[in-house]
């Protein structure tokens, strides 16, 4: 059975300003998302769930499905503020929904299969799929996930500090926890640190942080809803907290419930937050076209 690819792009994206899931940044318009499918589809992965806003359902649909039709299935998955189907009896009100995790959730009864998660808004290089299929085709299991390890200085921004997952990873190459960095940064040297409360501390260059790329069978909705149900019950009054994936991975590490073996890749990361990423984004695009990484006429 060939993996599933689930894209999380339900995002309001406010600090953009509009609909960047499906903004165009290569050079006929292609959507970040274009070139996740693209490397996808290359890597073996049979499917492609989008999880959404049900709102932009004819959005996504008018965008994607003429390019996709023949090359891979297509799915759709609405989040959406409703606690109901999670066995929760309670009606909360919101600004956004609860959460990475709670997107993944949202999937539940339409995925059978093995399946990765990675973000609308970010572009992860096709070493990272080809790793993840074969992960996922040959080694996941109930009890065995996974996540794609990107080397630090692969993912910095050359014009401030950014935040980064850092992964403790022991000698198996499995993951022990998921430190969250807010504000690392490369040091006029090229190093990378990091800044916290106690001041400026180093971390190593080729240090593997998460950029939200992750391995699942459908076992994590089980193993997950308790989880969000008793998160939910501890933020009811708390509009601004999200039931994060690494949340959930956390407390399956700590349980001993499942292990999540830390893939590293070589693969270059970017992504758009801000208006002003757009021409960075553009650039690096472009340089992959260029140097023949991708056709500049992605789907014909």
Request: hydrophobic share 40%; glycine share 8%; net charge negative.
């Amino acid at each position: 059975m060939k993996p599933t690819l689930l894209i999380l792009a339900a995002g309001m994206a406010s600090r953009y300003g509009s609909m960047k899931q499906v903004d165009g940044f290569g050079p006929n318009g292609e959507t970040i998302i274009d070139y996740s499918i693209y490397d996808a589809i290359k890597a073996g992965f049979g499917k492609v769930s989008f999880i959404i806003r049900e709102e932009f359902l004819d959005s996504f649909k008018a965008i994607f499905e003429p390019k996709l039709k023949g090359r891979i299935e297509t799915d759709y998955v609405f989040q959406n503020y409703d606690l109901a189907p999670f066995g929760i009896d309670k009606t909360i009100e919101r600004a956004k929904p609860w959460g990475t995790a709670h997107a993944v959730l949202a999937a539940r009864n339409q995925l059978n299969e093995p399946f990765c998660v990675i973000n609308a808004d970010d572009y992860y290089g096709y070493d990272s799929f080809e790793k993840m299929a074969k992960f996922l085709t040959t080694e996941v299991s109930d009890d065995t996930y996974s996540l794609i390890g990107y080397q630090i200085d692969r993912t910095l921004s050359d014009y401030g500090s950014v935040s980064r997952g850092v992964c403790k990873v022991d000698d198996s190459g499995n993951m022990v926890e998921i430190n969250e960095r807010t504000e690392v940064y490369f040091k006029e040297d090229g190093s990378v640190a990091y800044k916290d409360a106690t001041g400026e501390h180093a971390l190593p260059n080729d240090t593997r942080v998460s950029m939200n790329f992750w391995g699942f069978t459908p076992a994590i909705f089980k193993q997950s809803l308790p989880m969000f149900q008793r998160f939910v019950e501890a933020n009811e009054t708390n509009p601004k907290a999200e039931f994060f994936i690494p949340l959930a991975a956390d407390e399956l590490i700590k349980t001993g419930a499942a292990k999540f073996k830390v893939i590293p890749t070589g693969s270059k990361w970017f992504g758009v937050t801000y208006k002003e990423d757009k021409p960075i984004v553009q650039k690096s695009i472009s340089e992959l076209v260029a140097n023949g990484t991708y056709p500049e006429k992605l789907w014909d």
